[in-house]
């Protein structure tokens, strides 16, 4: 039975109310000895990462893991053997320490001495101070020198909803204020899409989009890197966590097509594979029955989003009804997961909600289905428009067909199509679609908050499907002032109740995904919330 924790870090104050489900058992052993420094690892990408700038929208894997490699921020989340993939335990990164008031409006961060950005041009390893968090802050938020700079709004600004600004009593102390309590910030703070930067990068280029330096284990070698083949990241000689990375690199190799990947895995030329699907596991498990594999639940869920943002059918409530209660879960979940995954709610963490709760919130029922979308005047049914990345998984692709099969069975006809990256992203974020899908862990980041407010909230920049709920805006606000764990755990359950009474989206199931790793691969442990995956793996050979 999936559990909720709220987790108390107290500094002097309340600090966090963040989330975590079970540690879930290990399926590889530990290592039998200490780390062996040096050597190469290989990992697969599906794309090429595109640029840099965390605060433009488009971002998606690998841009996370190579800032996450190249940078950091000021707090982090602790993995390893005793550390469930979905616990979230902060640790200290850029800050050593940190304090939070009572009402959670002032976060006070005791900056590390000493930490120096990688010694490249143009920062050339200068020391980090207090002034690169105001300025980094600042540049995420479009506030202080960016206020009229007529910027795009940040993609992850919500992650800094109300900050009032950043003091810098002395080099290394940075104070984050807030007109409003601001519960989830401590949690943002240690996430791989804040870290802090360096202004002389955005100085010499006028973005950052180009060119990533910052603080980090490993820095990315440009003239050994190849688009379309091959990203080649370093190891950070001056790297502030003394001993670390124990690689001397690391290099992805961009495979888009799943074949080879596995038949790469299988010829020992990738050392890990991150994330895959049920099937996936089988084939691997059947084809390198030595590889370690470690299965976890994905604490997001397979997700579809209803745009509200132009005129159609997905605009009557009744509507999104039908298609909520058409849904069969247990279909999808034998279909592409073997029966392995469990039901998900919309809004909610893997074990925000029971089992049970999670089964009596949304149930199936194809004749209220029909019904339904006989009052709202669609008796002869309607098409839907579902466009999809073209480099889409195969398991994906699968639940995609299978929500098609199920909408047909009410009569509603879904087209189902690829596009290209590019133009599918484009109109993702312009809200010019039926239906999208949330796969992987995108839309979650940090802090339970990230999938409520950043997708859900009329006025956030997350919000693509372009909902306007006055009622949920509401409650999401209050999600983010209540200092007490258990309102507010009382608080994201109405939240994650409202976007089912609405059918804002549906959400399927937390699937199972599993990472794969060769047998003389040590220390990978891998968090959702920590994408740097290998600075702390050996290999041991």
């Known amino acids: 039975m999936n559990s909720w924790h709220m987790l108390l870090v107290l500094a002097g104050g309340l600090t966090l109310a963040a ?30 990462p595109f640029d840099w700038d965390s605060s433009y929208a488009g971002k998606s894997v690998p841009n996370d893991q190579g800032v996450a490699y190249a940078t950091n921020s000021l707090l982090g989340f602790k993995s390893g ?129 180009d060119h990533l330096i910052g603080t980090g284990a490993f820095y990315l070698d440009t003239a050994a890197s190849q688009k379309g083949s091959r990203w080649v990241w370093k190891k950070n000689p001056d790297y502030w966590d003394a001993g670390k990375p124990y690689l001397d690199e690391v290099r992805w190799l961009v495979l888009p097509d799943e074949a080879t990947l596995h038949a790469a895995f299988t010829a020992k030329q990738l050392d890990t594979i991150s994330q895959i699907a049920y099937q996936d596991a089988k084939t691997v498990e059947a084809s390198n029955p030595l590889a370690k594999l470690t299965r976890v639940v994905q604490p997001r869920g397979y997700h579809l989003y209803f745009s509200q943002a132009h005129p159609g059918p997905l605009k009557d409530v009744r509507v999104r009804q039908a298609l909520t209660l058409s849904v069969d879960r247990e279909e ?24 049970q709760e999670a089964h009596a919130l949304q149930p199936q029922d194809t004749a209220r289905a029909k019904t339904l979308l006989a009052q709202a005047g669609y008796d002869n049914g309607f098409t839907l428009d579902w466009p999809y990345q073209a480099d889409e998984t195969k398991a994906n692709v699968a639940w995609y067909q299978l929500i098609q099969a199920q909408f047909k069975r009410v009569g509603v006809t879904i087209n189902l199509h690829s596009l290209d990256k590019a133009t599918q ?39 693509w499907s372009k909902i306007n709920d006055s009622e949920l805006d509401t409650l999401l606000q209050s999600t983010r002032r209540e200092t007490n764990p258990a309102k507010r755990q009382e608080l994201l359950k109405a939240s994650a109740k409202r976007i089912v009474d609405q059918a804002w989206g549906i959400e399927l199931i937390y699937p199972p995904i599993w990472y794969a790793a060769q047998p003389w691969v040590e220390g990978f442990y891998p968090q959702f919330g920590n994408r740097a995956e290998h600075i702390e793996v050996w290999l041991n050979k």
């Open 425 to 463: 992203r484009a109109r993702k974020y312009a809200g010019e679609y039926d239906l999208d899908s949330g796969v992987g862990l995108g839309g979650l980041e940090a802090d339970i908050d990230s999938m409520l407010y950043g997708p859900y909230f009329s006025a956030s920049s997350g919000n």
């Open 19 to 48: 989330c975590s489900a079970p540690v879930a058992p290990r399926e590889q052993p530990a290592p039998d000895q200490g780390p062996r420094r040096g050597g190469q690892m290989n990992v697969r990408v599906a794309t090429d």
């Open 332 to 355: 999808i979940n034998r279909g592409v997961s073997g029966g392995l995954g469990t039901w998900a709610v919309p809004g909610a963490m893997a074990g925000l909600f029971t089992d």
């Open 81 to 209: 053997p005793d550390v469930g993939y979905s616990q979230m335990i902060l640790r200290p990164e850029l800050a050593e320490k940190w304090e939070v008031s009572a009402d959670a409006r002032t976060f006070t961060f005791h900056l590390r001495r000493g930490v120096k950005f990688v010694n490249l041009p143009p920062v050339n390893g200068r020391e980090l101070t207090s002034a690169d968090v105001k300025w980094t802050y600042e540049y995420w938020t479009r506030t202080g020198e960016f206020k009229d700079k007529k910027l795009p709004q940040g993609q992850f600004d919500y992650m800094f909803e109300g900050m009032t600004g950043v003091e810098t009593p002395d080099p290394y102390t940075a104070v984050v204020r807030f007109k409003e309590p601001f519960v989830p910030f401590l949690a943002y703070t240690a996430s791989e899409w804040d870290p802090i930067m360096a202004k002389e990068v955005y100085q010499q280029d006028l973005s950052l989009k």
